[in-house]
């Protein structure tokens, strides 16, 4: 029996492609691509470097820089005022929250800004507790290093390197595709359940 829900953050709580797109725009300023343009393509597990190379033939050293900036300026308190609180999610967590221990786990860089970010949403409460990996951690490795966990617990996310983590830790591992991947390439993984949101997931589910 499940007794424990994990969460990814953003693009399954939150979506942040506004964010996203919007500092690829700014660091990349030949880029003419539009908002659908540029998650078109991402969502085809496109990464950065393959972007940058592919479509506008920067070099090694450009890319470098790139990468550099992008992580000092991902995360600054004015840029994360542009992600949005999918509709459904305050609900799911606040009925979920009654029957299982959920837990937030993220690859965000600032644990002070990831917790006000939650803070503004007013979805912190409903988390037991909140991990960061601070880009110095796996998501698997945090969780074994703060949790026991079981089988029948479950991890939802919205990437593959989501999936593989639940997998890692012997989780049951559910699949969004309102996040960076699509439904085609998130399926590669496996998944248990693949859904195109978590307010599907809740909806479905027989939690």
């Not at 942040?16 to 393509?41: C, G, N, T, V």
């Not at 390439?185 to 027989?206: A, C, M, R, T």
Request: aromatic share 14%.
């Amino acid at each position: 029996m499940c007794k424990n829900i994990f969460f990814d953050l953003d693009g399954t709580l939150i979506d942040p492609r506004m964010r996203l797109h919007s500092l690829f725009q700014e660091l990349a300023p030949e880029s003419k691509f539009s908002f659908d343009e540029y998650w078109k393509i991402k969502r085809q597990r496109i990464n950065q470097k393959k972007l940058l190379t592919e479509w506008f033939n920067y070099p090694d050293e450009k890319i470098r820089k790139f990468k550099r900036i992008w992580m000092e300026k991902v995360e600054e308190p004015h840029r994360l005022k542009q992600d949005i609180l999918f509709g459904y999610t305050k609900n799911v967590l606040a009925n979920l929250s009654k029957k299982y221990d959920l837990y937030l786990v993220t690859a965000r860089q600032f644990e002070d800004r990831a917790n006000s970010q939650l803070d503004d949403y007013k979805i912190k409460s409903f988390f037991k507790k909140i991990l960061v990996t601070k880009q110095k951690k796996t998501k698997a490795e945090m969780i074994k290093n703060n949790f026991s966990y079981y089988s029948d617990d479950i991890f939802i996310g919205d990437t593959g390197e989501d999936v593989l983590a639940g997998k890692e830790l012997g989780l049951k591992t559910v699949a969004v595709y309102s996040g960076c991947l699509s439904k085609e390439i998130l399926k590669e993984y496996n998944p248990d359940l693949i859904v195109k949101d978590v307010g599907e997931f809740y909806e479905n589910s027989s939690l």
